[in-house]
């Protein structure tokens, strides 16, 4: 879903930091494009939780980083980043070897729990196959872990893992607008990125949290891709 608002608060972001930044580039969720002469390039999702934006549920995003090198994950570098919910007034924000912040307070993750005592944060996709596969593999984690939370703004999901209100966080088939902010939030709390096997963070897959439990939390789900691929095989065979 795209409103009026994602595309006028990009094309506000858009303009603003040209004036501020004239030669850095620019990717944006709604099609926003400029490249860079400085290196520098700000990636831009104008409302992360587009569809608790038109429901009115408080929990929404704009979220701005400037990586350098390819605007890619796994490529870029990110410097500086942001992530601010106009309901609550909360700005998380961080840069690189600087810190990340919660207003003027520190962020910091802390001692991991165990797996039994973890509160995870996931998402879904929208592609039916894939959010079958997705549900599967939360249904057998749910008695494993403390319980999972689903908020719908994965740039505040992983600003919670920096503060410390969730434990750990996966999803699949995020963009990179989706997490660029939020990641460098997560590594300088102390924190990891890491994607599935040696795929690069992000549409593939992404891990966030501290790296014991990032650890743990990847090897239990690649067992669970594991089944769940040799069933489907054994399905196919029996038909």
């Known amino acids: 879903m795209v409103t009026a608002v994602d595309r ?29 002469s400085t290196g520098i390039t700000w990636v831009v999702d104008p409302i992360d939780g ?24 796994g490529t870029w570098q990110v410097e500086a980043g942001a992530v ?16 990340a912040f919660l207003g003027d307070r520190r962020l910091r993750i802390g001692p991991p729990p165990q797996l039994s005592q973890t509160l995870l944060a996931t998402g879904f996709a929208y592609a039916k196959a894939v959010r079958r596969e997705q549900a599967r593999i ?20 992983l600003a919670y893992v920096a503060a410390g209100r969730l434990d750990v966080y996966f999803e699949r088939t995020l963009m ?20 599935i096997a040696e795929r690069p963070p992000g549409h593939d897959g992404l891990f966030a949290g501290h790296p014991e439990l990032v650890h743990t939390l990847k090897e239990r789900i690649s067992q669970l891709c594991l089944l769940y691929t040799s069933d489907a095989a054994d399905e196919e065979d029996s038909v």
């Open 8 to 36: 006028e608060s990009e094309a506000l972001l858009h303009r603003r930091l040209g004036e501020l930044r004239p030669g850095d580039g620019f990717v944006g969720e709604e099609g926003q494009a400029r490249d860079s």
């Open 50 to 73: 587009t569809v608790n934006f038109l429901y009115d549920h408080p929990h929404y995003a704009v979220s701005i980083a400037a990586v350098t090198g390819a605007p890619t994950p």
């Open 84 to 99: 601010f919910n106009p309901v609550t007034g909360e700005l998380f924000h961080a840069t690189r070897g600087g810190g």
């Open 138 to 157: 939360i249904a057998s984690l749910l008695p494993e872990v403390r319980d999972i939370r689903r908020a719908g703004t994965a740039s505040l999901d």
């Open 176 to 195: 990179p607008w989706d997490h660029a902010a939020g990641e460098l939030l997560v590594t300088e709390a102390g924190g990891v990125i890491e994607g």
